[in-house]
C-alpha cells in the first residue's frame, strides 16, 4: 500500500471518505476502506478521526458544506420552500447521504448554521420557541423521508401490499394504483405545499391576530425575514 501520509488532513479525508460513500454506500464506508483509499494503516487514520461515529460526523459534515442560495427579500414561505427544495438537491447527489443524516446528529458547524436559518425564519414569520423547534424537525423529517421513498422504490412494480387489495377495503382499492405510482418527488413537493399552507393557516387563526398583510405570492401572512440558508 502507497504511503499517502504528507497530504493527510481533515480535509482530505473528508472528500475521500465522500467519495467514497459515492462509491460503497453507508455499508462499506469503513475506516479499513477509507485508511485503503487514503493510502495509509488505520492507525494512521485514528489520529485524525478517532472512530467510525466521528467519520460519519465529518461525512455529514462535508456533505451539509455547500452554501444555499435563499432569496432574503422574498417571504418566509418562499424561504421555507427554497431551503427544503435545495437541501433535498444536495441530499440527492450523494449515495445514502439521507440515511447518514437521519443515523447522526448534527454537531458540525455547517449543519447546526443551517438549523439555526430555518430557525431564524420561522422565529421572523412568528411563530414561538416551541413551534419553531418542532416545524424545524418535521421538516427536515420530510426532506429525509421523501429521499428514502426514491431509494426503497422498485422501477414499474408496485410494492407487494397493493398488488391483490380486498374487495371489502373499499377506498384503500380505490386509491392503490395511486400508491403504487407515488414518487418520492410527488411526495415531496405536496408535503412542502401541504406544510406550509398549515403553516400560513396556524399564523393567520390565531385569536386576536392582526389581518394577514399580503405578501409577494398574494397569501396572507407571507411575511419576508432574513434568511440565507435552510434546514
Not at 224 to 230: E, T
Request: glycine fraction near 8%; proline fraction near 5%; include cysteine.
Amino acid at each position: 500500500m502507497a504511503s499517502n501520509k504528507r497530504g493527510l488532513n481533515r480535509d482530505h479525508i473528508a472528500r475521500t471518505a465522500v467519495e467514497l460513500l459515492d462509491e460503497s454506500g453507508l455499508d462499506g464506508l469503513t475506516t479499513r476502506r477509507l485508511a485503503e483509499k487514503l493510502g495509509v494503516r488505520s492507525p494512521t487514520l485514528y489520529w485524525h478521526v478517532r472512530d467510525k461515529a466521528a467519520l460519519l460526523d465529518l461525512v455529514a459534515e462535508a456533505i451539509c458544506a455547500d452554501a444555499f442560495e435563499i432569496d432574503d427579500t422574498q417571504p418566509w414561505t418562499e424561504q421555507l420552500g427554497q431551503g427544503m427544495r435545495q437541501f433535498r438537491s444536495m441530499l440527492l447527489a450523494h449515495r445514502d447521504a439521507a440515511r447518514l443524516l437521519r443515523m447522526r446528529p448534527p454537531v458540525g458547524r455547517h449543519r447546526l448554521g443551517h438549523i439555526d436559518t430555518t430557525l431564524r425564519i420561522l422565529l421572523g414569520a412568528g411563530f414561538d420557541e416551541d413551534e419553531a423547534a418542532a416545524i424545524s424537525r418535521l421538516l427536515v423529517s420530510h426532506v429525509i423521508s421523501s429521499i428514502e421513498m426514491e431509494s426503497m422504490a422498485v422501477s414499474g412494480e408496485a410494492p407487494p401490499w397493493l398488488a391483490d387489495v380486498p374487495e371489502d377495503l373499499p377506498s384503500l382499492k380505490r386509491v392503490a394504483p395511486a400508491l403504487a405510482g407515488l414518487t418520492g418527488q410527488r411526495l415531496f413537493e405536496l408535503g412542502v405545499e401541504v406544510i406550509i399552507d398549515g403553516l400560513k393557516a396556524r399564523l393567520a387563526g390565531r385569536s386576536g391576530a392582526e389581518t394577514p398583510t399580503r405578501g409577494a405570492t398574494g397569501h396572507a401572512d407571507d411575511r419576508a425575514v432574513d434568511g440565507s440558508s435552510p434546514l
